[in-house]
């Protein structure tokens, strides 16, 4: 997969499936922006991989956002790729405990920030001299099921799938093609606090929490980060140029989320 002369927007491209799609990217040819709330994570990809800068950034921040675009601007001169991996696990509660604040604050990362990216993008994208581009939103296998005592993080992650649709619908007649990732649990720090936080409000130990997370799945396994980051890439690519509008599992095999 040919990347060379592309230019790449990753949000929380300092972690875990962004840093990983943010090198994937780099290795493959392609300039690449990023942002991440945690600013030595943002360092440290910049600094390892080659035409990639960014800044520090909180996505539930509009103006903080409509400025990253704008730096984004400077350092790509324009725009073919656009990622929106920005997210939360948000709280673990019952919904009848659960604030409106913390429902307002997982919407916002999770969803109001992938509106936002595909909104800043799309006419960027339009006026890029490449053919084309791809934007990619992440929903989870969140979005695939019921997920008790995750509730806020749920319907984002629902939602990611309807807004991906919609957006390949309006964007299609622009040869830009919009897609979503849903993946089962990816191994890394992200799942190891998520098992965490839902052993404490199960009350059960964390081994017995993921156990059952992975005997949800077909092959008994998490998933690997780069698992995640080389689909992005395939859906961006030419081999994936007629792939739009579809919310792709990788994820295991998994039937159901415990």
């Not at 539930?60 to 073919?80: I, K, M, V, Y």
């Not at 595909?118 to 339009?126: E, G, V």
């Not at 581009?133 to 099921?145: H, Q, R, T, V, Y």
Request: hydrophobic share 40%; proline share 3%.
């Amino acid at each position: 997969m040919e990347f060379r002369g592309k230019r790449v927007v990753v949000t929380a491209g300092g972690g875990g499936i962004g840093a990983e799609t943010t090198r994937l990217f780099s290795e493959a040819g392609a300039s690449v922006f990023i942002c991440d709330i945690d600013e030595a994570a943002l360092n440290e990809t910049i600094s390892k991989n080659d035409n990639v800068q960014g800044i520090k950034v909180d996505v539930s921040d509009p103006e903080a956002f409509r400025d990253f675009f704008r730096q984004a601007d400077e350092f790509l001169g324009g725009l073919d790729i656009m990622v929106n991996n920005a997210g939360t696990a948000g709280p673990t509660a019952l919904i009848e405990d659960i604030s409106l604040g913390e429902w307002h604050n997982c919407l916002n990362i999770n969803l109001t920030s992938a509106f936002m990216g595909t909104q800043l993008a799309i006419p960027r994208i339009k006026e890029s001299d490449n053919l084309g581009g791809s934007i990619i939103n992440l929903s989870s296998a969140a979005g695939k099921f019921g997920f008790p005592l995750r509730g806020p993080y749920s319907a984002a992650k629902w939602a990611i799938v309807g807004f991906t649709r919609t957006t390949a619908l309006e964007v299609g007649q622009y040869r830009i093609r919009c897609n979503c990732i849903q993946p089962g649990p990816v191994e890394g720090d992200r799942i190891d606090r998520v098992i965490q936080a839902k052993a404490e409000a199960e009350g059960v130990s964390e081994n017995q929490t993921r156990d059952e997370m992975m005997s949800g799945t077909t092959l008994n396994t998490f998933i690997p980060k780069n698992h995640i980051s080389s689909m992005i890439l395939y859906l961006c690519s030419e081999a994936g140029s007629t792939i739009t509008g579809q919310a792709i599992s990788v994820d295991g095999g998994l039937e159901s989320v415990p």
